[in-house]
């Protein structure tokens, strides 16, 4: 047997392995009776996409040299990526706009779903409609009843699919990095036929294994070095939305959230890209397929490290209900990654100086973004906060600044107290319900604070910390600082510095203070203000997070020091 017939040999064994000699061409195709006329196919735009689960056949089940599993389907499968359309938060927030904006719930459905459900969106479109989100997932279940009704069209399936292999292997490199390109304006190419359609990897295909993966999949594996470009990240993760008025009319578009624009005007758009963090190098080289995988110098883990280990953990202990194909273990994985991630590479926290003076005690705290874009980036539900502590000598609590409660709000802070309120940037804390958050807050057409994404017109505050090399007076518009940071000199690319003055008369030494950066996924106010809301997917969320109030917050980063009286 010659080396060059070996795939073609491990081809006729795999389709025999997977029984895939029938849906080769097209997963959702039904076995038709040998007599029985081939069924016409809808012009539903399907036969664009594969489901993962047919991808995994051939990505998981791989190891390392060093004996680690590095599979790309079952790290993948327990991402938000992949659970991008089964989020209890997004299905709860999309039913909120379309109930506040209710002649527009068409456009809005069809706007939510290009990156929560962008295969079933991309399908749509190809055949002339708009997107849908709730007809793919059924009625939502009332908390506790079980897991809903789900229909079982193909189209259903490509959309509780979320982010999947077939979707962003099969973006072009047209467009990538401009406007154009944002808000999901990938590009596939829709008009190719499926058997020359390209999947594309970093990688230069093999001949013998691309007749393989062809066999199986119908598709053409073929390079493409976008796959490695932060513009292929953009198109999804660079969204601007439609302001709505009262009367569902148009208003202009909104940035809801920018994290490349951040990216490339900090030094960091010449120093790495969004995969280099996001997708954490394999090393050594490891295969990327099980099948006659070759070791492989520059894999990258599909564990697409983010934020939101809240979700992660809320997607796991309500699996059921929504539907989740991740196992307990592999979602656990995942939501410890996560924190991991923040806690090595979100931040870092120094006390500069700390000293009494005339019995008060001056404390100079400086909080460094070590990430590249703003911290934190992206859905605007997102907050840091600083909590500092001061103890006496005995341990007794002398001041405290940005508790959390039980519910998940941050003591003192005005707008988890009153949702038309909110904390302003400070310099200088003296008092403990003055809390330092690092957060956007959002303003409608009147001006009037709100969580309503599609109400939102502009930015009353956004003091999030920059990343090193951000300068505020260069910065356009959409990533710009607003509020008191705005001129505050102390905060800068990459940090901020804020002094705390704290009264400690009588106070017996010596002091310890202890600061953290404590970070939210989604604050309080954004899912309580929720709670007004008479829809089952409202409901269950609220529902969900009363359940898990106590884990919504994990820390960044420590700092403590002793001063001595």
């Known amino acids: 047997m010659t080396p060059r017939s070996i795939p073609l040999v491990a081809a006729a064994w795999l389709l025999a392995l997977l029984g895939a000699a029938q849906p080769a061409q097209h997963v959702f195709a039904a076995t038709a009776a040998p007599t029985s006329p081939a069924p016409a196919r809808p012009p539903n735009g399907v036969d664009l ?80 409609r708009t997107g849908r989100v709730f007809a793919h997932l059924g009625a939502a279940a009332a908390p506790g009843t079980g897991a809903p009704p789900r ?8 959309a509780r699919d979320g982010v999947s292999c077939s979707l962003c292997h099969q973006v072009t490199p047209r467009n990538l990095g401009t406007p154009a390109s944002f808000t999901g304006g990938y590009v596939i190419d829709t008009s190719a036929p499926r058997e020359q359609r390209p999947v594309y990897g970093p990688f230069v295909p093999d001949k013998g294994l691309q007749r393989i993966m062809h066999s199986v999949t119908g598709y053409q594996q073929t390079e493409g070095q976008q796959i490695r470009q932060s513009e292929l990240c953009a ?63 520059g894999a990258r883990r599909h564990t697409f490290l983010g934020g939101n280990f809240f979700v992660l953990g809320m997607l796991n202990r309500f699996r059921d209900e929504l539907g989740v194909a991740a196992l307990p273990q592999e979602l656990d994985a995942s939501a410890e990654g996560t924190l991991a991630h923040l806690r090595d590479a979100a931040a870092h926290l120094t006390i500069e100086r700390a000293s009494v003076i005339n019995g008060r005690l001056a404390v100079d705290l400086v909080v ?81 604070v709100t969580t309503g994404l599609l109400e939102a017109v502009r930015y009353a505050k956004d003091n999030r910390l920059l990343p090193h090399g951000f300068d505020k007076a260069t910065a356009i518009p959409d990533i710009a600082v607003h509020g008191d940071a705005e001129t505050d000199a102390d905060f800068t690319g990459g940090s901020d510095r804020i002094q705390y003055a704290i009264d400690i008369s009588g106070a017996q030494g010596p002091l310890t203070i202890e600061a953290e950066l404590l970070f939210q996924p989604i604050g309080f106010r954004w899912a309580d203000n929720l709670r007004g809301y008479t829809a089952a997917e409202t409901a269950r969320f609220v529902s969900y997070y009363d359940r898990m109030s106590g884990t919504t917050a994990a820390t960044l980063a420590r700092a403590t020091q002793t001063v001595s009286r």
Not at 97 to 102: C, F, G, L, P, Y
Not at 108 to 122: A, F, R
Not at 247 to 271: C, D, K, M, T
Request: proline residues 7%; negative net charge.
């Open 151 to 158: 229909p079982d069209d193909p189209e259903s399936q490509l």
């Open 235 to 297: 198109t999804c993760h660079t969204l601007y939305t439609t302001a709505r008025g009262a009367n569902g009319e148009a208003l202009g578009q909104f940035p809801e959230q920018v994290p490349f624009h951040e990216w490339q005007h900090s030094r960091y758009a010449a120093e790495q890209s969004c995969q280099s963090c996001h997708m954490p190098a394999v090393s050594p080289p490891a295969p990327i397929a099980s099948v006659l995988g070759q070791p492989r110098e």
């Open 49 to 128: 996409f594969t489901l993962s689960t047919n991808c995994m056949a051939c990505h998981n089940g791989m190891t390392g040299p060093a004996g680690n599993d590095v599979s790309i389907g079952t790290a993948w499968r327990a991402t938000i990526m992949a659970n991008s359309a089964r989020d209890p938060y997004w299905q709860a927030s999309v039913r909120r706009e379309t109930i506040d904006h209710a002649s527009v719930t068409a456009a809005i459905e069809d706007e939510c779903s290009i990156c929560h459900m962008p295969m079933s969106h991309t399908a749509a479109h190809a055949s002339g």
């Open 368 to 448: 460094e973004n070590l990430s590249g874009h703003k911290l934190p980036t992206a859905y605007p539900s997102r907050r840091a906060w600083i909590h500092l502590t001061v103890r006496d000598g005995s341990g007794r609590q002398l001041f405290s600044s940005g508790a959390i409660t039980p519910s998940g709000a941050i003591a003192g802070n005005a707008n988890d107290e009153n949702r038309a309120a909110f904390e302003p940037h400070y310099r200088q804390i003296t008092q403990p319900d003055q809390v330092q958050i690092y957060e956007s807050i959002l303003a409608n057409q009147a001006g009037a």
